[in-house]
């Protein structure tokens, strides 16, 4: 059974740090391209780093160069680093990976406000 579960998730300041995990369990974690969504109320769910097996990585422009998605595959987790966060950083931040259908973990909540 594929279980992702989220972590890190917390109330910071805007130009605070935060770093979310998402942990992978019942697949061979090294194998997946993991990515990370978000959804904040009222708007759509959004793509926010998509990192490859190979380590490639890709952002969404409104997150570049504030965001770093990285993985351990020894740790079955992926991170998502993420800096300089602003309050329209707020949403609940999902990991996911897609084999034959998409997995999604339950989400951890990121609020940004002073």
């Known amino acids: 059974q594929v279980q992702l579960v989220e972590s890190g998730g917390g109330l910071v300041q805007p130009g605070g740090s935060l770093r979310v995990s998402c942990t992978a369990s019942g697949t061979i974690f090294a194998m997946n391209a993991m990515n990370w969504y978000r959804q904040a109320p009222g708007k759509q769910r959004e793509l926010v780093a998509r990192?490859?097996?190979?380590?490639?990585?890709n952002y969404a422009d409104s997150v570049k160069g504030r965001f770093t998605i990285s993985r351990d595959n020894a740790k079955n987790t992926v991170y998502l680093q993420m800096n300089s966060l602003k309050p329209e950083d707020t949403a609940v931040y999902l990991c996911?990976?897609?084999?034959?259908?998409?997995?999604w973990g339950q989400g951890t909540q990121v609020t940004v406000s002073s």
């Open positions: 996911n990976f897609v084999r034959n259908r998409a997995y």
């Open positions: 990192i490859t097996t190979g380590g490639s990585t």
